[in-house]
């Protein structure tokens, strides 16, 4: 997700640190755009695209393959595309909850040994305040909910997804020096509000230019989750720009979040 909004911004100021950067967005021409953007931007010509497409676990298999042959060295995982629209993958699972979760939890999983050995390392989760209204039922993972506001829903079920992804993934590496860090970046006025419906644009549009954050400012608790020495002890932790603080109740299910983690197991085949 490094093509544009947050995903970019937080790119190109890790680039201007010197990192290796990969972006690993959808579009290649969006992609490629972006890694040439930031290349010129900050002289780091270690800024590179890969392709990877969230709503294929085929495309996800596909990435993890080529980066582990590519690239010796992961210090650092930034899950941080996400989509808001309804619809369905190839998979057949909800574009949203497929998109924003199970794509990143099946990449993360095949990337984790690569994370271990190059550790200390961290995985940062691009989550948000609307976990606070995620309603998880392990039944029936990766179906769409039902209901009028199915798809706003589906988003919310999402993000406390993320919140509790981060949770149980600190729980199981502990001692391994793989940390992770899930992060509300603020209300930010990104590209994700062109999914929202037509009758709601007018109010949203003109609120997001007028009181959201731009892009490099929400990309700045991302940024620390990533970079910010003596973090460790803290892994697991939900992070907003006033620091680590408590998730909504059902981010802090733990039995929730290994119901979760199994069943993402069993969807994505692992």
Known sequence: GGSSGIGAATALELARCGARVILATRSARRGEAAASRIRRETGNNQVQFMHLDLASLRSVRAFASTFLRQEP??????????????????????????????????????????????APSRVVI????????????????????????STFQDYCDSKLANVLHARELATREEGTQVTCYAVHPGFVNTSLFRHAPLWLKPLLLPLAWLLFLDASEGAQVVLDCATQDGLEPLSGRYFTDSGPRLPWPAGRDDRLARALWEGSERLVGL
Do not use: K, M
């Open 73 to 118: 060295q992961l210090h650092l995982l930034i899950n941080n595309a996400g989509v808001s629209a309804g619809g369905t993958t190839e998979d057949g699972f909800s574009l949203p909850f497929q998109v924003n979760h199970l794509g990143h939890f099946l990449l993360t999983q095949l990337l984790l040994e690569r994370l271990r050995s190059c």
């Open 126 to 149: 691009v989550a948000s305040s609307a976990h606070c209204a995620g309603r998880l039922c392990p039944e029936s993972l990766g179906r769409p909910p039902l209901g009028l506001f």
